[in-house]
């Protein structure tokens, strides 16, 4: 059994898209070029370039090369600086996914504005209902341990190990980390602002620049979120890891999406619409859909993530032939809590020993022993399986954008 990563809510979907090509007249044309991976494809979906942000750099952290390989505007940890690290990911270790530049914003300033028609009143974008930074802070707060990752995680293994050409930033598997987020439920603030029981989604849109591409403006990053799920488990979160967030992680607000995939999460949260009616946005209709000749036309959205597994290891490490080794990694699934994990070194599949204790929306650290025979080169393969029996399969079925990448990665090493 194989995981999808897909919404239940086919239907829902379809009224969303709909309205969309209403209002934004994306053809049936157009998704099927970008299914075929042509041009406008390439330039839609591809490497996000820095937009129309004016900071100096779009990180504003160190990213030293021993911790993170930089891709213009998005920075990936190397799985070898995880290493024993600790169930968390350290924020100066923590992955950094920018479509422009991280913005500055003074949190005295800051508001976060919510209006639409699922709210009482029907509260409109120029007199909306605001909440301040200190207004946040003296609601009930709830702490949560939960990971974050970007869609196209592994996204590079569809061409380097199926042979497979997409289009996107060539992600390894480290777009993502493990945070203890802070902050107050989103449910409690939509109702403090009023939500309607006709409320069928929120739309949050981030306070970075717009992002712009093959000369079109597309506004504010922003992707809609049922209201089923914003009042689940959504947080509007203010601190990682004990400390107020840091700008590139979302300061002084964003939105944390457990299981879903990393855009959902939106940072430097500014607005929030609220509607009784399906809300779109090119995020949930040009972006984030898998296209391809195993989908629909006009492709299936993309919401929950699914199972990896990743070596604490540099590509070709090396190890001496005939010494004793303890090979480390760590796996995670959308679904929830891993069940088991596996290790192959080239006799077999083994079950690897758990490390410490897992959150169901974080991670699960393990360990195996190995003894590395003649000098040579080797294959580490690495599965897991997660607590609804999804395990990973060899083949993830190609989608042109290259999201949920969840086939067992063969991790090369060396004994010498």
Not at 294 to 309: F, I, L, M, N
Request: glycine share 12%; net charge positive; aromatic share 8%.
């Amino acid at each position: 059994m194989t995981g999808t990563g897909l919404t239940d809510e086919a239907t829902y979907d379809r009224t969303r898209l709909a309205q969309w090509r209403a209002g934004e007249a994306l053809s049936r044309r157009g998704l099927l070029r970008l299914a075929a991976g042509g041009s406008f494809a390439m330039t839609a979906l591809g490497a996000l370039p820095a937009g129309t942000a004016s900071a100096a750099a779009p990180i504003v952290k160190p990213l030293p090369p021993e911790i993170f390989e930089v891709y213009g505007t998005n920075a990936e940890t190397r799985w070898e600086a995880l290493s024993g690290q600790g169930y968390l990911t350290p924020v100066e270790r923590f992955f950094v996914r920018n479509h422009t530049a991280t913005p500055s914003i003074d949190a005295g300033a800051w508001r976060l504005k919510l209006f639409g028609t699922g709210l009482r009143g029907a509260p409109t974008a120029d007199k909306p209902v605001e909440f301040t930074y200190d207004d946040l802070r003296r609601l009930p707060s709830e702490t949560i341990t939960v990971a974050i990752e970007c869609a196209g995680n592994g996204r590079s293994y569809f061409t380097g190990q199926q042979g497979q050409a997409v289009s996107g930033t060539a992600w390894k598997l480290g777009a993502i980390g493990v945070a203890r987020w802070r902050g107050v439920r989103l449910s409690t603030v939509l109702a403090r602002a009023g939500l309607t029981r006709h409320a069928v989604d929120v739309l949050p849109e981030g306070l970075d620049a717009d992002y712009v591409t093959g000369g079109t403006n597309l506004g504010k990053v922003r992707r809609p979120l049922p209201v089923a799920k914003a009042l689940q488990d959504v947080l509007l979160a203010y601190e990682m890891n004990g400390r107020p967030l840091p700008p590139d992680h979302g300061y002084p607000v964003r939105l944390v999406v457990p299981s879903w995939i990393g855009i959902s999460s939106i940072k430097w949260l500014g607005r929030i619409e609220v509607s009784e009616t399906p809300l779109v946005s090119p995020w949930n209709t040009q972006y984030y859909r898998l296209l391809g000749p195993d989908y629909p036309a006009e492709g299936t959205v993309v919401t929950r993530q699914v199972v990896k597994s990743a070596f604490e290891l540099p590509w070709n490490a090396e190890f001496e032939a005939g010494g004793r080794q303890v090979l480390r990694g760590r796996s995670w699934s959308g679904n929830g809590r891993i069940r088991r994990v596996e290790v192959d070194t080239g006799e077999g599949w083994r079950h690897a020993k758990f490390v410490g204790t897992a959150a169901d929306r974080g991670w699960q650290r393990w360990e195996i022993p190995w003894r590395p025979g003649a000098p040579g080169a080797r294959t580490l393969r690495a599965r897991a399986t997660d607590i609804t029996g999804v395990t990973q399969p060899d083949v993830t079925p190609l989608n042109t954008q290259g999201y949920l990448f969840d086939a067992v990665v063969r991790h090369p090493v060396k004994v010498v």
